[in-house]
């Protein structure tokens, strides 16, 4: 659910009942994966999905059914050539999905309402829900934030609630979202299914060069949710007027402020300079650097006459393979906006594991397996708070008392 945590942050500090849908598995192909979530209040207002719309009727129906009785449910969709009118995900996957009450008599609720305080801030947490055990944990919460356990309604079961601090917190770190079973051993607790889901701050797309492109980019940027910095050496194009999209406007020499701003494995890193002055000493120190992504702009000859001078400056060979240069794909695009998505469209693919070839034709998944797995046969639909479900040991299945999901 924090996908939507702003709107139903909202929502708790309205005092609103709701109830909340999430997707805790998943086989085959499906438009959504775990963790996705749709809300409904009480009075009927819908927020999220978690299908793309193939299961959304049905969803909405147990979601105002559990704001009445509040009882959790988990119930699956799949396909089935029996039956071609019945309730499920056209695609041909499975899904299962988790419907948790959210009433202001709930106990759970300032787990959750920290929860979503949390990740409407843009903080680091990760939130644990039960998804498979003793019939009175269904849909309890647990919150892990950097600095360990935060809030939990798991007290009741101390070795449960120390084996799903110990899940979430390495799931944290990884910033993964993953099925993951604790307990069933002496002294463990008792066997426990848990989705955690990773709230991780909104990763950083660093534009070097303040041109028209680079607006584009900017607000392309800020729709797939990064965090999108502008940094050129010349002030009189580098300002915030400019560039109203960017969370912030630098004056400096590119490879300058490289040195000095913080970046991560997630950091994305976009050199539109277009100026060898600029690309060279920025460029050999950005590929360097452990980013998800270099990329830089210009023609087949400027990438050539680049490359020569990045191995003139003792960049090895093993560096320059991660150049995406020219940058983006080949969409054919000729304005700023298009040449945004081309660009765009390269970082997702890459960070998706995509090739960038039309689907049409294709033989590979539409949707990737990042790392965000559920995977196992899930036990069928049950009412109250946590009837028991078969989940089958998973990566992240922790054998008690030492848990780690990697």
Not at 133 to 148: E, K, S
Not at 243 to 250: C, H, Q, R
Not at 253 to 258: A, E, I, M, T
């Amino acid at each position: 659910m924090l996908d939507i945590a702003e709107e139903l942050h909202g929502w708790m500090e309205q005092d609103r009942d709701f109830a909340v849908a999430t997707v805790v598995a998943v086989l085959g192909s499906a438009p959504r994966r775990p963790g996705a979530a749709l809300a409904v209040d009480a009075d009927g207002t819908v927020v999220g999905s978690v299908s793309g719309g193939c299961v959304e009727g049905a969803v909405y129906d147990l979601c105002r059914q559990a704001i009445e009785d509040g009882h959790p449910v988990r119930e699956r969709f799949g396909y089935s050539d029996d039956d071609a009118f019945a309730v499920g995900l056209t695609c041909g996957g499975v899904i299962d999905i988790l419907v948790t009450p959210v009433r202001r008599d709930d106990p759970a609720r300032p787990v959750l309402a920290a929860a979503l305080a949390s990740a409407s801030r843009g903080e680091a947490a990760a939130l644990a829900l039960v998804t498979e055990g003793p019939a009175d944990l269904l849909g309890l919460p647990l919150l892990v934030r950097a600095d360990g356990l935060a809030a939990s309604a798991l007290g009741a079961l101390p070795a449960v609630e120390r084996a799903a601090t110990g899940q979430a917190g390495a799931l944290l770190d990884a910033g993964r979202t993953v099925h993951a079973t604790v307990g069933g051993g002496p002294g463990c607790g008792p066997r426990t299914g848990l989705l955690v889901v990773a709230n991780l701050p909104a990763p950083r797309m660093i534009v070097f060069g303040a041109v028209d492109f680079a607006s584009a980019l900017v607000r392309m940027g800020r729709y797939l949710g990064y965090r999108v910095t502008v940094c050129d050496a010349r002030p009189v194009f580098a300002t915030a007027a400019r560039f109203p999209d960017a969370e912030e406007v630098v004056v400096d020499w590119p490879h300058r402020y490289l040195e000095r701003t913080e970046t991560d494995a997630r950091t994305v890193l976009c050199v539109l300079t277009h100026d060898a002055k600029f690309d060279i000493p920025l460029l050999r120190l950005a590929l360097t650097l452990p980013v998800a992504y270099v990329g830089a702009m210009g023609s087949r000859r400027t990438h050539l006459d680049r490359e020569a001078r990045l191995r003139e400056a003792g960049v090895p060979e093993t560096a320059l393979a991660r150049l995406r240069s020219p940058i983006g794909l080949d969409l054919g695009a000729h304005s700023p906006e298009e040449t945004a998505l081309s660009i765009a469209a390269e970082i997702v693919a890459l960070r998706r594991g995509g090739t960038g070839v039309p689907l049409r034709g294709a033989h590979t998944p539409i949707h990737h397996d990042e790392g965000d797995r559920a995977e196992g046969r899930v036990g069928s639909a049950a009412r109250g708070r946590g009837a028991p479900h078969a989940v089958p040991r998973t990566e992240a299945d922790t054998p008690c008392p030492r848990p780690s999901p990697l």
